[in-house]
């Protein structure tokens, strides 16, 4: 009888690499093999896209490209990143295996070497956006604050310090990402609430303010680095950087990327565009603290801004997670005491970290843009359209090689550049603030 398993798509270990002196396993994974629907994919996609990160758009996207730059930019990389993510999707199940973690299709394709590397540039993107999510939610305590009490008694730093708590206890009480399901409809709702909330207040006062400036501020020098770093962080913007960690199968992976960069983007648009034009070059790095409303309003949209953040930090930090729980045989019951104390310590002391360094470098436009740079140009971009090169090279005419070929060395000099002008950017601020600052 013939044995019909090799046309199954595999979750066991696999091997990704082999030659007659070198192999890599996949380890069998401590969390769920996700069988999720397109809808709940598109939700975590678009839930990344929508987080706290779009009140940061209008000043480092729009100010530093203008209307014309940041229009034009906006669709470019909606575009650019769908085909982007398209590529990763049909590489999913290739081989007949299927790949649940983005450096185990790199490995599979590439070898050991690149197995390795894409791991670290994929942890150095995920840590960095965390990172600009603990910054983000301290931002929006501190705003609540403010709007209560501006004593300026409680700095930005203790603020981040508070919300990393909460993201260390949210971290140690959800176990795996397929665990999320209600806390991504609550965060739907937070994010629509602060969403709605920044539009509604800068249509507001765009109706009531005196005409704006839309220049582009800056020497001529110091405007071809901001828009250098502004092209990053239009990448940062559409990327998550761990797509086949999501999990669906490609039928619906592609579903939900097309649910994310059609209905998805448009919260994004409508706050880049409606908190430019209320307030020109003014707009704030977090919009929040340039509108104007009723105290309750406000708070309310601070308050979903940094509940957000702590539920997308989570989605976030789960590949860390995932790789720390499969490396420690962490398995069975979530409320075991053995594993109960495993993600105090391993996901507490992770939070930790990406805190300390949140509370003492609060500068949240060069987060995106050095990680747009160092991270998402590299995983997105260059390594999407090579391992599909590389995967389908007899399949694909010369004018669709030369098309991915364009695009890896179009995406590495922008890489190389947009990380020199977001050293840039974090060497400047750094001169004007001192380490813990309170900005």
Not at 384 to 395: D, E, Q, R, S, T
Request: aromatic share 14%; hydrophobic share 50%; net charge positive.
């Amino acid at each position: 009888m013939e044995d019909k398993r090799d046309d199954v798509v595999s979750n066991r270990p696999t091997k990704v690499y082999s030659d007659e002196s070198v192999a890599i396993q996949i380890p069998e994974t401590a969390h769920q093999i996700s069988s999720d629907s397109w809808f709940q994919a598109g939700f975590v996609l678009t839930t990344g896209i929508n987080s706290v990160y779009v009140l940061g758009y209008p000043g480092a996207v729009m100010v530093p490209l203008g209307w014309v730059g940041g229009v034009v930019g906006l669709i470019l990389a909606t575009l650019i990143s769908l085909n982007a993510n398209a590529l990763i999707a049909m590489l999913h199940e290739f081989g007949g295996k299927r790949h649940i973690r983005y450096r185990d299709l790199a490995g599979f394709i590439y070898g050991p070497k690149a197995y390795s590397l894409t791991w670290v540039l994929q942890y150095i993107n995920l840590f960095m956006i965390n990172v600009g999510y603990v910054i983000l939610a301290g931002q929006a305590l501190k705003a609540v604050y403010v709007l209560f009490r501006d004593d300026n008694a409680m700095k930005l730093p203790y603020f981040i310090v508070m919300a990393g708590v909460a993201c260390g206890l949210f971290a140690i009480c959800i176990p795996h990402l397929s665990a999320l399901r209600i806390w991504l409809g609550f965060s739907t709702f937070f994010s629509l609430a602060y969403i709605a909330i920044a539009f509604a207040l800068s249509l507001r006062d765009g109706i009531r303010a005196p005409p704006r400036d839309y220049s582009i501020p800056g020497s001529d020098i110091s405007r071809v680095f901001t828009t250098i770093g502004a092209s990053a962080s239009l990448v940062f913007a559409f990327n998550t950087g761990m797509l086949p960690e999501i999990q669906p199968a490609v039928k619906n992976m592609m579903k939900g990327l097309y649910f994310q960069f059609t209905v998805g983007v448009v919260p994004l648009y409508a706050v880049a565009f409606m908190g430019y034009w209320a307030y020109g070059n003014d707009a704030d790095a977090y919009l929040l603290n340039s509108v104007h409303g009723p105290v309750w309003v406000k708070a309310f949209a601070n308050i979903s801004a940094c509940l957000q953040s702590v539920i997308a930090l989570h989605i976030f930090a789960s590949p860390m997670y995932e790789f720390l729980d499969t490396k420690y045989g962490i398995k069975g019951s979530a409320l075991a005491v053995k594993n109960l104390a495993f993600r105090v310590v391993v996901r507490g002391g992770y939070i930790a970290v990406t805190t300390l360094l949140a509370a003492a470098l609060p500068f949240i436009g060069d987060f995106m843009s050095l990680t747009g740079a160092i991270s998402t140009f590299p995983l997105t971009f260059i390594l999407a359209n090579h391992m599909y090169l590389v995967a389908k090279g007899n399949k694909l005419t010369s004018m669709q090689k030369s098309w991915h070929w364009l695009n890896v060395i179009v995406f590495s000099i922008m890489s190389a550049a947009a990380a020199v002008a977001a050293l840039r950017l974090i060497a400047v601020d750094s001169k004007h603030y001192s380490i813990f600052a309170d900005v």
